[in-house]
């Protein structure tokens, strides 16, 4: 199975999603993201939307369980990118993505987590 | 454009059905937060047929009324049927592991939604979202 690319950038790791999600690709991402947190001892997780064009309730239910992993191993996770006409529809689906940090872009999101939302 | 079928027996299947309902909804010409919704909508169905009706199909074609045009998707299965709609339909319920949003949330971003369902006899659900 095609799995997707988690680079180590510094103390963060970026997942930067260009792919038609698949399930499978999905909850892969889940498990590998849990692995390389925990292996790199990394500091943040930004996972870049920006070429989804959508997000249904699993692939939100995949970046919450990521967010809330990611806390439990001491790092703290940003999703960027996320296009308008998504989070519109996001809204009316009825998944709140509460307790998930999110920035305008992969720059941002990074600054974000080196300026200590990492730490809180 | 005439009506498309497609199989949803594998998660590849679920990625093909959104494309076809993204080319769909692009002819006939629907805002971008309006094929998302639609796109969003089907994922969630052909996602419920492949998990709860053990795999089915997708008919995909577009539909006008008078001047409008529209997209409607049908995705069908000879699965267990759904015994209890309303609590199907309700936001948070789920017989799985996932968040009971599919069903509730596929209707709140089309525009039609009808869901022909009895226990024993597979279930299709019918979407139409319309250019405005
Ligand atoms: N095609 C189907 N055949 C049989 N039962 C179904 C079908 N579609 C939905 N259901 C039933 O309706 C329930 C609610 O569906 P819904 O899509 O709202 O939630 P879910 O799939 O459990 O979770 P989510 O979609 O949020 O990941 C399902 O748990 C299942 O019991
Ligand atoms: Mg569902």
């Known amino acids: 199975m095609e799995r997707l690319p988690i680079l180590k950038i510094g103390s963060m790791l970026l997942v930067s999603i260009q792919v038609d999600l698949r399930d499978d690709m999905v909850i892969a991402l889940q498990e590998d993201l849990a692995d390389r947190i925990v292996e790199t001892g990394a500091r943040g997780v930004v996972i870049d939307i920006t070429a989804l ?13 990521v967010a809330a992993l990611s806390r439990i191993l001491d790092a703290e996770t940003v999703v960027v990118g ?31 987590l080196s300026l200590g939302g990492a730490a809180t | 454009m005439s ?33 998302t919704k639609l796109v969003t909508a089907a994922s969630e169905l052909a996602r419920n047929t492949l998990t709860y009706g053990g795999g089915g199909g ?17 995705f069908h299965d000879k699965g267990p049927g759904i015994a ?49």
């Open chain 1, 53 to 65: 064009d959508i997000v249904d309730s699993f692939t939100g239910r995949m970046l919450a369980t």
């Open chain 1, 82 to 112: 996320m296009r308008p006409a998504v989070a519109i529809t996001l809204v009316e689906l009825g998944l709140s993505l509460d307790g998930i940090k999110t920035a305008l872009n992969v720059e941002r999101g990074m600054r974000l």
């Open chain 2, 3 to 35: 009506a498309q079928e497609l199989a949803i027996a594998g998660d590849a299947d679920v990625v093909r059905v959104r494309q076809a309902v993204r080319a769909a909804a692009v002819s006939a010409k629907l805002s971008l937060v309006d094929q």
């Open chain 2, 58 to 74: 997708a008919v995909v074609e577009e539909v006008f009324n008078g001047l409008r045009k529209g997209v409607k998707a049908i």
């Open chain 2, 84 to 132: 209890d709609l309303q609590l199907a339909l309700t936001d948070g319920y789920t017989s799985g592991s996932g968040m009971g949003l599919g069903l509730g949330g596929a209707r709140r971003l089309v525009d039609e939604f009808t869901i022909d369902t009895a226990p024993g006899d597979g279930t299709t659900v019918t979407v139409v979202k319309w250019a405005r």
